[in-house]
């Protein structure tokens, strides 16, 4: 069956490392993956998003990787800080199909 | 401008009552998409429109569950008979375009609770 799977629930990092948060996914062949970040009580913010042919994307503090042999992306936050602290979830699709499949998402807190 | 809006913010009601939730996208977009999220959880997927025809239901649990968006903007999703299991957040999102590469934006959702 197709599934997301984050690492970890819950992540704790020093303010000033690199965040890593893993998205691995089965029986899928997206065409995109994208990342959301989510404070409590609202709705998920679009982040970034990488397409299948991309092995690398930047953003700022950000950047993502996404590498289809291994089914993984990889979210990174380098010089992390306190107001990164959120829920980030990965959300892919399949060619041709609007319908966006969401992990459970990886709650980050960065600890001054 | 304005963001995606969703009415009530909360929602209280009785088992057995139908609820119908409102969503208000952003204007100008194709794409309105609506999700049910519990706590701890990704949203997951119930339906999708494209202006105001319905692309994808199959993510509505059951025949108690229907949406539509007549006139390509406003949409409402309506849960007849509600059941406790029914409880949960329930939130709209929309793009501009209706590809997967599409930014979906999200709103703040309502909160239903069935007694």
């Known amino acids: 069956s197709q599934k997301i799977e984050q690492n970890s629930e819950a992540l704790n990092i020093q303010e000033g490392k690199t965040a890593t948060l893993t998205c691995n996914y089965t029986?899928?062949?997206?065409?995109?993956l994208q990342w959301y970040r989510q404070d409590p009580g609202r709705g998920p913010v679009f982040l970034l998003l990488?397409?299948?042919?991309?092995k690398e994307k930047r953003k700022e503090r950000l950047k993502v990787t996404f590498d289809t042999t291994l089914k993984q992306s990889l979210f990174h936050i380098t010089a992390s800080q306190p107001a990164d602290s959120a829920t980030y979830l990965c959300a892919l699709d399949a060619l041709g199909n609007e319908k966006l499949t969401f992990g459970t998402g990886t709650r980050l807190t960065i600890i001054p | 401008g304005a963001g995606v809006s969703q009415s009530p913010r909360y929602k209280v009601t009785k088992r057995g009552q139908d609820v119908a939730l409102r969503c208000d996208p952003i204007s100008g977009h194709v794409s309105l998409y609506w999700y049910r999220q519990a706590l701890g959880q990704g949203p997951e997927f119930l339906t999708y429109f494209s202006y105001e025809a319905q692309q994808d239901k199959s993510g509505l649990p059951n025949d108690r569950f229907s949406a539509e968006r007549p006139e390509g903007s406003i949409s409402t999703l309506t849960i007849q008979r509600t059941e406790q299991r029914d409880s949960a957040m329930y939130r709209c999102a929309s793009s501009l375009g209706s590809g997967g590469w599409d930014t979906q934006y999200f709103g703040p959702g309502t909160r239903l609770t069935v007694l």
């Open positions: 029986n899928y062949s997206p065409a995109y």
């Open positions: 990488i397409r299948e042919n991309e």
